[in-house]
């Protein structure tokens, strides 16, 4: 089964808070995971990804934190901005075969009030 | 530079009308790849190509759907017969090169309404 849950679907969180998005994948296949950011009227555009051999990466003010044995991965947000008010969108991919066709979550609507 | 485009942006057709969308990847991109996304939904996969060569079409949902990138750079997707459950905004991306953790960069995409 080739799924990636993701929640919360909506989030709200007050300007300098922490945003925490989570994701949980079933394919064992996947070896990569990036993390998408989508502005209303823009496509997805890539935040942030990892690969299953580390446990974080960060880069700025975004985190991702991977669990391989339990299969979940989040996406975590320091001094949230009213600018990252946005959806995001977890996704996954394997390397078997020749393309990374990603398979995504079904968003989370983050609003960070200010 | 110029990023991925996709044209139209907007299209109303009735059902039972083709309708053609038509994306232009990132100049030397050697994939591209074609997803849907339902409202609230994150997107979903219907088919990509290396180059001119397609792939794999196993997202695309049946036969009235069929795509092509003949000389290796815009594509388009082709919906026949379209139902009202082809609505959806269609999206394109395109990605340096096919091994590795390339990047797929997404278009604006194409809002399909079909009444």
């Known amino acids: 089964q080739q799924q990636v849950k993701q929640s919360p679907q909506s989030l709200i969180v007050q300007k300098g808070g922490i945003s925490i998005i989570n994701c949980a994948y079933e394919n064992t296949a996947f070896d990569y995971f990036p993390w998408y950011q989508q502005f209303p009227g823009k496509g997805p555009a890539l935040l942030i990804a990892?690969?299953?051999?580390?446990s974080e990466k960060k880069e700025g003010r975004f985190t991702i934190s991977f669990n391989k044995s339990a299969k979940q991965f989040s996406l975590h947000i320091m001094d949230s901005q009213p600018g990252d008010s946005a959806t995001y969108f977890c996704a996954a991919s394997m390397s078997a075969g020749s393309a990374r066709q990603l398979t995504f979550g079904s968003g989370t609507q983050l609003t960070v009030l200010p | 530079g110029a990023g991925v485009s996709q044209s139209p942006r907007y299209k109303v057709t009735k059902r039972g009308q083709d309708v053609a969308l038509r994306c232009d990847p990132i100049?030397?991109?050697?994939?591209l790849y074609w997803y849907r996304q339902a409202l609230g939904q994150g997107p979903e996969f219907l088919t990509y190509?290396?180059?001119?060569?397609?792939?794999?079409k196993s997202g695309l949902p049946n036969d009235r759907f069929s795509a092509e990138r003949p000389e290796g750079s815009i594509s388009t997707l082709t919906i026949q017969r379209t139902e009202q459950r082809d609505s959806a905004m269609y999206r394109c991306a395109s990605s340096l090169a096919f091994r590795g953790d390339h990047e797929q960069y997404f278009g604006p995409g194409t809002r399909l309404t079909v009444t």
């Open positions: 190509f290396n180059y001119e060569a397609q792939q794999d």
């Open positions: 990892i690969r299953p051999d580390v």
């Open positions: 100049s030397g991109h050697v994939s």
